[in-house]
């Protein structure tokens, strides 16, 4: 993939390898691109957004914030409504002792 742009990549740039960068099913666009136009098949061109556009787009947004609120809140309610309340030790029943506690925020 070329350096050229963070956050748009023409997929003819785009090759398996750029999977985290670009998503499963665009770097297979550009691979396709690259190998069947060279055989002759006609692929129509296209672009990719990248993670960082995606991150940008979050981050801008306030939509990081949101999204992790929800999942704190979720988490804390996952815990809180647990079928199997914890013990007094803070370890369930069951689990081994030396499995380490997680802390929710």
Same mark, same amino acid.
């Given at each position: 993939m070329s350096q050229d742009s963070r956050y748009v990549v023409d997929l003819d740039q785009v090759r398996r390898d750029d999977v985290a960068q670009v998503g499963g099913k665009n770097a297979s666009l550009g691979e396709m691109l690259s190998q069947l136009s060279a055989s002759g098949i006609a692929v129509p061109p296209g672009f990719a957004? /990248?993670?960082?556009?995606?991150?940008?787009?979050? /981050?801008? $947004?306030?939509?990081?914030?949101?999204?992790?609120?929800?999942?704190?809140?979720?988490? @804390?309610?996952?815990? $809180?409504?647990?079928?199997?309340?914890?013990? @007094?030790n803070g370890r369930r029943r069951g689990v081994a002792p030396n499995v380490p506690r997680v802390r929710l925020a």
């Open positions: 957004t /990248t993670a960082d556009a995606y991150r940008l787009f979050l /981050t801008a $947004s306030g939509l990081d914030r949101v999204i992790g609120d929800a999942m704190a809140a979720a988490r @804390a309610a996952e815990v $809180s409504n647990h079928p199997r309340p914890l013990r @007094a």
